[in-house]
């Protein structure tokens, strides 16, 4: 079974720093992209990142573009977000997601982690 | 200001057909494949239609997702109560480098 759990997420004042690690399990971890998506409370889903399944291809959303870095510890089936410079405007629900490739939709998501940004 | 275009609502009774309307360009829905997703209040979004028109095993079959040009449209037949949730349409853009959604539209079943 393919399960994606975030985690990391909290209260962080602007300007601050944050991590986020997504544990998977169920599917071969090195063969499968990941992204992160995240949504803001009561809006939309909005794209942040994605990784290749061996890491060489990183994609960034521009509203998070020098600020966040996305990782992959392919020892350890673990993706990782972090987050630097952090505004009152990237508070949200953070999902994990898994697809084929960076180009192909997602089609297992995590549970979600909540990031709030506020002084 | 979302990249696709969706509709922020829509309704009908129970046992209609509804149609949920997803509009984007040619570096995003004109170009790539579409996904639709599913989400319940407070939970993630689950994949319900992908490649345009596939649906992942589980879904039932009241759902349908068809593309022409650069816009895509997800059915739902058969319209029941508990499909009364938020629906979002996805695609990667060329142009941009990332994944684009709609801005979700909101189901009711009156």
């Known amino acids: 079974e393919v399960q994606l759990l975030e985690s990391g997420g909290g209260l962080v004042q602007p300007g601050g720093s944050l991590r986020l690690s997504c544990a998977t399990s169920?599917?071969?971890?090195?063969?499968?992209?990941l992204s992160w998506v995240r949504q803001a409370p009561g809006k939309g889903l909005e794209w942040v990142s994605s990784?290749?399944?061996?890491?060489?291809?990183?994609y960034y959303a521009d509203s998070v573009k020098g600020r966040f870095t996305i990782s992959r510890d392919n020892s350890k089936n673990t993706l990782h977000l972090q987050m630097n410079s952090l505004r009152a405007e990237d508070t949200a629900v953070y999902y994990c997601?898994?697809?084929?490739?960076?180009?192909?939709?997602?089609?297992?998501w995590g549970q979600g982690t909540l990031v709030t940004v506020s002084s | 200001q979302s990249v696709l275009t969706q509709a922020p609502s829509a309704s009908g009774t129970p046992g209609q057909r509804v149609t949920i309307s997803c509009s984007g360009n040619?570096?995003?829905?004109?170009?790539?494949?579409v996904y639709w997703y599913q989400q319940l209040p407070g939970t993630a979004p689950k994949l319900l239609i992908y490649?345009?028109?596939q649906r992942p095993s589980g879904v039932p079959d009241r759902f349908s997702g068809s593309k022409s040009g650069t816009s895509a449209s997800l059915a739902i037949s058969g319209l029941r109560s508990e499909d009364e949730v938020d629906y979002y349409c996805?695609?990667?853009?060329?142009?941009?480098?990332?994944?684009?959604f709609g801005g979700g539209t909101k189901l009711t079943v009156l």
């Open positions: 169920g599917f071969s971890f090195t063969t499968y992209a």
């Open positions: 990784i290749s399944g061996s890491g060489y291809s990183i």
């Open positions: 997601a898994k697809g084929d490739t960076v180009t192909t939709g997602s089609d297992y």
């Open positions: 996805a695609a990667w853009d060329d142009s941009l480098r990332g994944w684009v």
């Open positions: 490649k345009n028109n």
């Open positions: 040619n570096s995003n829905i004109g170009t790539n494949y």
